[in-house]
């Protein structure tokens, strides 16, 4: 089993930046594809980024502008937010996920979620 805690959304203002931490309990960190998703009021849950042992993966429009990155030894996740738009605003989540050894099934866990809000 695996717990996720996001932390450090907030208000910002468009052209600033946060960093969201998503923090990992349980064994086997550094073994799950870990991902930041989001979501706005009447839209599906989007992904945003993905880290993974080849490497990275982002959404067409947060690209050159968002980085995801991994930590380890600190069982953490991070997502790292510049010049944040309007379109921005949404809770993002954050996922762990890894295949089942010997099974077609994955194992998977979502985060509570932290609001970003992008306004002037």
């Known amino acids: 089993q695996v717990q996720l805690v996001e932390s450090g959304g907030g208000l910002v203002q468009p052209g600033g930046s946060l960093r969201l931490s998503c923090e990992a309990s349980?064994?086997?960190?550094?073994?799950?594809?870990m991902s930041w998703y989001r979501q706005s009021p009447g839209d599906e849950r989007d992904l945003v980024a993905a880290i993974f042992s080849g490497g990275s993966s982002y959404k067409e429009s947060v690209k050159g502008r968002f980085t995801i990155s991994r930590d380890n030894a600190r069982n953490t996740v991070y997502l790292q937010m510049d010049s944040l738009k309007v379109e921005d605003t949404a809770v993002y989540y954050c996922?762990?996920?890894?295949?089942?050894?010997?099974?077609?099934?994955?194992?998977?866990?979502w985060g509570q979620g932290t609001q970003v809000t992008v306004s002037s």
């Open positions: 996922n762990a996920k890894r295949p089942v050894p010997w099974t077609t099934d994955y194992s998977e866990y």
């Open positions: 349980g064994a086997s960190f550094s073994q799950y594809t």
